[in-house]
């Protein structure tokens, strides 16, 4: 658990993909909870394990709330929601198909 900013931008050293690929190697066990509350950044993060082949030989499992714009969550999700049920169905299947959990 690290509880510092998070930033998306692929260089800088706030975005955790860079920690975990510092640190990490495919024999260690890796679960990831990304759980910020803002989807740009959570998506952006989520979209940059799928594009990365050594992230996703690192990642065992990735768990994170994708707030989708729906009408039964929009009194807790409201500010900060993005994308559609279809959108979060697709990311989560690509994840799987890739070999996340």
Do not use: C
């Not at 594009?51 to 900060?80: G, I, M």
């Not at 993005?82 to 996340?100: E, N, P």
């Amino acid at each position: 658990w690290i509880n510092v900013g998070v930033s998306y931008e692929n260089e800088s050293r706030q975005n955790p993909w860079n920690m975990l690929l510092d640190t990490y190697n495919e024999d260690d066990l890796v679960v990831i909870k990304l759980d910020i509350d803002h989807s740009v950044i959570e998506v952006a993060l989520t979209q940059q394990l799928l594009q990365n082949p050594k992230l996703l030989k690192l990642v065992d499992a990735f768990y994170f709330e994708h707030h989708v714009h729906l009408k039964e969550l929009s009194p807790y999700w409201s500010s900060s929601m993005s994308g559609s049920l279809l959108d979060s169905i697709k990311m989560f299947t690509d994840l799987r198909r890739a070999g996340v959990d």
